[in-house]
């Protein structure tokens, strides 16, 4: 079964520098978003991408944040001048076409550390 | 806005126990609803899903009944097993344009021999 694939797993960086997070979606998917999750709190969304523009993001993605889909099968989530409060785990999904019958798919995460 | 509540846990059970993991929604008209299961070290998966009023979802011995009544969707399973030791997310996505999901804070499971 197709699968989400996010790298890496793990990424430690210290305050204040940017750092890039990676997705690679399902090949027939249209649908991108991020997700993040704080320790002991709600999976919380941050962004979501179509057609190679923001379509709806929350009060979270600031301008700290951006999103690019710099080829065809890669999807990146950026994030400048990190805080610690940017710890978390952070989630890729992608689902095929718009509508409440099609579930996102997510990958494994990638594990945010700053230090 | 949009919520989901889940009931809190930790939630141990003993293998062939009956599980029930209760989860309530406040959102405007009709929701989709779905549970998603993230086992040890691994992503979020969808379990089941209901996307209208009295839909039942169900999946691996789970199932969830869209109750618009209650604005609830619980989780059950007649007989859990090690394997299913996990933690389990209630989300909704709202009625409407918006694509993204509002997850509950989750509920972990653990199944004992």
Not at chain 1, 46 to 75: A, C, H, M, T, W
Not at chain 2, 30 to 38: C, D, E, K
Request: aromatic share 12%; net charge negative; with cysteine.
């Amino acid at each position: 079964e197709p699968e989400v694939t996010q790298t890496p797993s793990h990424q430690v960086t210290q305050m204040g520098q940017e750092v890039i997070l990676r997705c690679v979606p399902i090949s027939n998917h249209l649908y991108f978003y991020w997700y993040r999750q704080i320790l002991g709190q709600k999976v919380e969304f941050l962004v979501s991408f179509y057609n190679n523009e923001i379509s709806e993001k929350s009060e979270i993605f600031d301008d700290q944040f951006s999103v690019e889909r710099p080829d065809g099968s890669n999807f990146t989530l950026k994030i400048r001048s990190t805080k610690l409060e940017d710890s978390a785990m952070y989630f890729c999904a992608s689902s095929g076409i718009q509508g409440n019958n099609q579930p996102q798919h997510f990958g494994d995460g990638t594990r945010l550390s700053i230090l | 806005g949009n919520s989901v509540t889940q009931m809190e846990g930790p939630v141990t059970l003993s293998e062939e126990a009956f599980l029930t993991i209760n989860c309530t929604y406040t959102a405007t008209g009709y929701p989709s609803l779905f549970w998603y299961v993230q086992y040890p070290g691994e992503g979020l998966q969808l379990l089941l899903k209901a996307t209208k009023a009295d839909d039942k979802g169900s999946n691996k011995g789970f199932e969830a009944t869209y109750r618009k009544e209650t604005t609830s969707f619980h989780l059950e399973k007649g007989s859990v097993q090690m394997s299913d030791s996990a933690v389990y997310f209630c989300a909704l996505k709202a009625q409407g344009g918006s694509e993204k999901l509002v997850f509950g804070k989750g509920t972990k499971l653990t199944v004992n021999p």
